[in-house]
């Protein structure tokens, strides 16, 4: 059964690879590939095999809805970068027969920008946002330890007088076993179109994306390692500038790069590391680390903490409270703040 249900799994993400490739920046919609809770932010942005009871992580990876988060709200606000807000809100719920479901709407807004005319001057303001509606359902097959789910997200986007309309549909699968404590998901994330563009002439593309990941915490170790493996759809992440297109000595000699330095960058861009130490069953302190992150906003003279996140966790009363930051430019970093709660704890039975 376990090989089956693994082979499920590889199944799907074979199917993923005749999808299109698409690199960063040349697609639409790209606020969907922000990190939407606390605890998500702190592991380092990427969360998608952990299943405890956690509606925030349900958001990343469809399977992971299940029968415990009924009734279940989750609230997340970030304080991004430049002044850029964004936040959600979550609700799921069990359905005996039909299976689980959740819904939930996600909220961008860029803030105010500054608007000039073709000669430079500055003649006022203008803004923009992005939401996304999210109806997300999951179902347990085989046993309960595999199940499949599916993210359907109506987008709605405006930049000043400029409108868009899309959707996109994410896929996931997942195989937890909660003896073992080991999880295994695959994820391919937002296959769809544009409906209506900006300029009602060029559909742009969305920013299709295949990904893995795997959690696992040692009996008796209070400790959940995990790890994602993001952009299996392309391989190299790596951007060369175009006004420096390549490195050269003190004499204008070009420098070949090494191909096994090379090898071994183009594979960590894909890897995104996080530790969840459980220091009791209310308290958390979560680490994460994203290389590409890293190597994308890190300064060459003086790195600092570009790609380092963390954060923590904790219950009080009837409510799950979690902060996360992470790290980009020496001068900028996200603070992310989420909350969630069981509407059923407040009823006594």
């Known amino acids: 059964m376990v090989k089956l249900k693994l082979s499920v799994i590889v199944t799907l993400f074979l199917f993923s690879l005749v999808g299109y490739s698409q690199p960063g920046g040349n697609s639409t919609y790209q606020f969907l590939n922000l990190p939407i809770s606390a605890r998500v932010t702190a592991l380092g942005g990427n969360l998608l095999s952990v299943k405890d009871n956690d509606l925030n992580v349900a958001l990343l990876n469809p399977s992971l809805l299940s029968d415990s988060m009924n009734n279940n709200v989750a609230l997340s606000f970030i304080n991004y970068i430049a002044g850029t807000k964004y936040g959600y809100a979550a609700f799921g719920k069990h359905f005996k027969k039909a299976g ?20 430079g001057a500055i003649i006022g303001t203008f803004g923009a946002n992005e939401m996304s ?16 789910g599916v993210d359907l997200k109506t987008i709605y986007s405006v930049m000043d007088v400029y409108t868009s309309l899309g959707t996109a549909i994410d896929f996931g699968a997942t195989y937890y076993n909660p003896k073992t404590n080991f999880g295994l998901a695959a994820v391919i994330k937002n ?33 959940r390692l995990s790890v994602e493996y993001q952009n299996l759809e392309r391989w190299d992440l790596t951007y060369q500038d175009p006004m420096a297109p390549y490195k050269r000595d003190a004499n204008g000699v070009i420098i070949e790069p090494n ?19 459980i220091i009791t069953k209310n ?6 680390y994203n290389y590409k992150r890293r190597e994308e906003y890190s300064s060459p003279v003086k790195p600092g903490e570009a790609g380092f996140s963390y954060g923590f966790g904790f219950k009080a009363y009837k409510f799950h409270f979690s902060y996360g930051r992470a790290n980009y430019l020496m001068a900028g970093a996200s603070n992310n703040f989420s909350i969630s709660f069981d509407i059923n704890s407040f009823y006594s039975k």
Request: cysteine-free; aromatic content about 18%; proline content about 3%.
């Open 100 to 119: 689980n479901f959740s819904a939930g709407v996600y909220y961008l807004d860029y803030g105010k920008i500054t608007r000039a005319d073709n000669t």
């Open 133 to 148: 509606f999210n109806l997300s359902y999951a179902h347990s097959v085989l046993d309960s330890n595999f199940a499949i």
């Open 191 to 223: 296959v769809g179109t544009q409906w209506y563009s900006y300029n009602d002439v060029t559909k742009e593309k969305l920013p299709f994306e295949v990904q893995i990941g795997s959690s696992y915490k040692p009996k008796h170790v209070p400790l």
């Open 259 to 277: 191909k096994y330095k090379a090898f071994g960058d183009k594979l960590m861009r894909h890897f995104v590391i996080g530790g969840e130490f």
């Open 283 to 288: 308290l958390f302190i979560r680490i994460g």
